[in-house]
């Protein structure tokens, strides 16, 4: 049996001995590299904090001492020394989950991956210790130096520092890197060593020293002198940084010595007080493929072949991602008022190509969407066009700018949403199945859903024109879907897919939806069922076309992956009624529910958004046996559904 194997909790790491701590961390990286190459998942940042992790647990007692991770997606470790050493299922359903989560395990403490909240937890989880009388009971909140870009984290600083009597232990986990290289001020002031004396005499022998060994060892250098400049922050003064916190400060130490950091965390606990430990670990330590990836040292990987790093298989489809970063290129090329803001994901969103050709037009604001969001309307009263990419997911964090800064002072600014609808995998605090309900609420928003690449690249074209209002521009996770042209598109710019003779049902789809939605048609028109589908293209405000196609049919069906509770059917069931249109609407969606890590198809199916499942209700619905009922036609118009009831007699 392995030491990996023997380790069932975190206190199975209290006798083993400082060689046998070695051997497990080997240990733990081989297993890491083997089992997420294939299921894919963050590995990099798992592997730059093995050393970390066994540290905290040999040193504080999880789970009375509570052990949090800011985002999460650096727990994989955490959980292998929890006793959840079954990695098969992997963010699959079923599976681990790829974040904390309670339902696992009593060590899992914050689940949501929203980075930068971990201190406002820890504030909150040491004062309820300290209020009610647990004073031997510590709190440990890991966060990553890329976190240290975010309000929320000054904002809990804040807090801590004005009162010294809790045992909370701050571990900055400073890698250089959030995705890619971490920005911002925070990031110059740790990476200010590399201009000290003793440092550039390493580093320019390092880089003698690898350059001899050719392509190799240079791409490992490249991969490797983060963590170089990181140890050698021990010669600038880091506690200066945290001096007028008035928080103890301990290091920076060697992420990567067990001892050095044990030593650490014993020296935080016998002070009783708020402690920043400052660990410089190396992302994708150990995993040569990982270092030697410049983007983002292997952050987040597909299956891969654990000997050489290469994807097991490439997509055969463009992803949403790349379309937009092509075309936000090409027109920006011909508008120079167009300008990307991004949240410390440059590439994940696809602005590096942007940043590429136009690097004085791309701004990374770190992890700070609020921030971004604001500063976008600053940009736009310049004379700019803002284009803000961001995960669906995390435009929640910044509705009250796009609303309170953006909306109301009329800017022209345009939201880029990718990951929109369900993501799969990350679960639930990364499914972007909130935007279309939280948005639409917003005055004078205009809000565009593709279907597929042509329409991004025709949509994303029409809302960097909108100049007095916000725009947002959502599609999904993974490869661009089938191309659908339209049968006919009317004036206000709604694409008819497929436009039956009979007119019982009017399904509306949104974004990549129409495909369900002309699979659906198929099977109504085998039960004799006339059905149209159309894709509105811009979804908010709802087109009059919409409104007026909707008053001829007896039933509506609008399907979105959206929340179905203030979603885009709910919208068109509002605007038919204002209209004094009868019709009825069967609003098709997600539940308000927090989705569990599956991929997509099992979540839709979960759900019930299938082709059969929704075409069997609509049956239902137009034979008036399920709610809503599909309602009369006028008599000339009647013959459909004579014909629909004698089928099925």
Known sequence: MSILESIRSPR???????????????????????????????????????????????????????????????????????????????????????????????????????????????????RAFAMTGQNDRYVVAVVGDGALTGGMTWEALNNISDDNSRRLIIVVNDNGRSYAPTIGGMARFLSSVRTRRAYRRLYFTSRELFNRLGPVGRAVYRGT????????????????????????????????????????????????????????????????????????????????????????????????????????????????????????????????????????????????????????AGLAFGGLHPVVALYA??????????????????????????????????????????????????????????????????????AVAVQDAPTVVRFSKGSVGTEFDAVRRTDDG??????????????????????LGLQVAERLAAQGIGATVVDPRWVVPVPASIIEMAATYRLVVSIEDGIRVGGVGTRIRQDLRAAGVDTAVDELGLPDEFLDHASRDEILEQVGLTDQRIARDIVAQVLGTRIPVARPLPEELSLGSDRIDAEHE
Do not use: C
């Open 225 to 376: 002198r983060g963590a170089v400049r990181g140890f050698l922050a021990r010669f600038s003064n880091n506690e200066a940084l945290y001096s007028n916190l008035d928080i103890k400060y301990v290091g920076p130490v060697n992420g990567h010595d067990q001892r050095a950091l044990e030593q650490a965390f014993r020296q935080a606990k016998e002070y009783d007080a708020p402690v920043i430990v400052h660990a410089i670990t190396q992302k994708g330590w150990g995993y040569e493929p990982a270092l030697a990836d410049v983007a983002d040292q292997f952050h987040a990987v597909g299956q891969i072949d654990p000997e050489t790093g290469e994807p097991v298989d490439s997509a055969s489809r463009p992803s949403w991602t790349s379309v937009f970063a092509d075309e936000i290129v090409d027109l920006a090329d011909g508008d120079e008022r167009i300008i990307g803001i991004t949240a410390a994901m440059l590439r994940p969103t696809g602005l590096h190509r942007l940043a590429e050709k136009y690097p004085d037009r791309v701004l990374d604001v770190g992890i700070a969407e609020q921030h971004a969001v604001a500063s976008a």
């Open 494 to 515: 709604v694409d008819v897919l497929r436009e039956a003779g009979h007119r019982d049902v009017l399904i509306v789809t949104v974004g990549p939806m129409a495909k």
């Open 393 to 462: 997911t995390f435009v929640n964090r910044a509705f009250d700018q796009v609303l309170m800064d953006v909306a109301l002072h009329k800017a022209g600014v345009t939201f880029v949403l990718d990951r929109a609808g369900v993501t799969g995998p990350d679960g639930a605090s990364h499914h972007g199945m909130w935007d279309l309900a939280i948005l639409q609420v917003v005055p004078n928003i205009r809000i565009a859903a593709p279907r597929d690449a042509t329409r991004l690249r025709e949509e994303l074209g029409e």
């Open 12 to 126: 199975d790491l209290d006798g083993l001995s400082p060689e046998e701590l070695t051997q497990l961390s080997d240990e733990i990286r081989r297993f890491l590299v083997t089992e997420v190459s294939k299921t894919g998942g963050h590995l990099g940042p798992n592997l730059g904090v093995v050393e970390l992790t066994m540290a905290i647990h040999r040193v504080f007692d999880s789970p009375r001492d509570a052990v949090i991770f800011d985002t999460g997606h650096q727990s994989y470790v955490h959980k292998l020394l929890t006793g959840r050493q079954d990695f098969s299922l992997l963010r699959q359903r079923g599976g681990l989950a790829g974040y904390p989560q309670r339902a696992e395990s009593e060590h899992d403490i914050v689940e949501s991956s929203h980075a930068s909240s971990s201190l406002s937890w820890a504030d909150g989880i040491s």
